[in-house]
């Protein structure tokens, strides 16, 4: 699996995650792309396996979001220095797909 870094604040407005009882609003900055998932650092943990969804919210005229479903697949880190979270897009629809292979990108991460 590739990685690569969104290209600067352009190319997304913000990112929110959410599993049941928690919601997270991420930077673009905070966010790595992935072919099929992503990467975040979150200050809370989160258990493998917890279904969660994402959506991207673009900058375009429209602001038009993007949403997927996804699997947590790795959560390293501790309370101190927060946690890096790993997740797969499950069920990825081919508008999301088609969405999120026009983001611009920069070289691999």
Not at 72 to 94: D, E, K, Q, W
Request: net charge neutral; aromatic share 6%.
């Amino acid at each position: 699996m590739s990685a690569r870094k969104v290209a600067g604040p352009g190319s997304f407005n913000e990112v929110t995650v959410q599993a049941r009882q928690t919601q997270l609003l991420l930077s673009p900055e905070a966010v790595l792309i992935r072919k099929n998932g992503i990467e975040f650092r979150s200050p809370k943990p989160f258990p493998t396996w917890t279904e969660m969804t994402l959506t991207l919210q673009t900058p375009a005229e429209d602001e038009a979001l993007v949403n997927c479903t996804g699997v947590v697949v790795g959560c390293n880190g501790n309370r101190h220095s927060g946690y890096a979270i790993s997740m797969v897009f499950t069920g990825l629809t081919p508008q999301a797909e088609a969405q999120l292979a026009t983001l611009p990108y920069s070289a691999l991460a």
